[in-house]
């Protein structure tokens, strides 16, 4: 790869996340709104497809472990992570079921979902949603391009605007840290409701 197309890339990926500052005051709601159900003793449910699916996995392993302090475990679950289940439900009901089906049994009221989608295209993310919803949870959407079919579903989202998918998972890497970085500010002791 030529010097410049490597800069051409730092440059893109750096436009990309600059362009979220637009949007802080959605990361704010979305950080407080995480914070409020895991306050209350809820479950962070999350999940996405393909490389949306590394994020899900990311955010459920920080809030169980820890993102950079030590601090009480905190109630995340990725819903991509058990292949067991996702191969059982895939087989009997379909790869539209996969994340349904689990937020059917693992969800409550007042837990939230989290869902990571480049395009917001995945009818799979949609029926999530759909349960999510029956089981009067909220939904927060990380989304990209238009935000696609799952776009206004959300009770919070944001949508990274591009086309470029890598650049949209790099956005998405940042506001994980972001949203991370202020839950562990409140449960490890830092100023309360400070982002």
Do not use: W
């Not at 699916?53 to 302090?69: N, Q, T």
């Not at 989290?114 to 295209?121: D, E, M, P, Y």
């Not at 759909?130 to 206004?152: H, P, W």
């Amino acid at each position: 790869m030529q010097r410049e197309k490597v800069i051409d890339v730092f440059e893109e990926s750096a436009a990309t996340i600059r362009a979220l500052a637009g949007q802080a005051d959605a990361v704010v709601a979305i950080c407080q709104i995480i914070v409020e159900v895991l306050r209350a003793g809820g479950k962070v449910l999350t999940a996405g497809n393909g490389g949306s699916a590394a994020e899900a996995l990311h955010m459920a392993e920080e809030l169980v472990g820890r993102f950079r302090g030590d601090r009480p475990s905190l109630a995340g679950i990725a819903l991509v992570a058990d292949s067991t289940a996702l191969t059982c439900i895939g087989n009997d009901y379909g790869f539209d079921a996969v994340f349904s089906r689990q937020v059917e049994g693992l969800g409550r009221p007042g837990d939230v979902l989290v869902l990571f989608s480049t395009s917001g295209r995945a009818c799979n993310l949609s029926r999530a949603v759909e349960a999510a919803r029956a089981k009067e949870m909220k939904v927060v959407c990380f989304l990209g391009r238009d935000g696609g079919s799952l776009g206004g579903d959300g009770d919070f989202e944001i949508v990274v605007a591009g086309h470029a998918t890598e650049r949209i998972q790099e956005a998405h890497q940042v506001l994980l840290h972001v949203v991370l970085d202020a839950v562990e500010r409140e449960f490890s002791g830092g100023e309360r409701g400070e982002v």
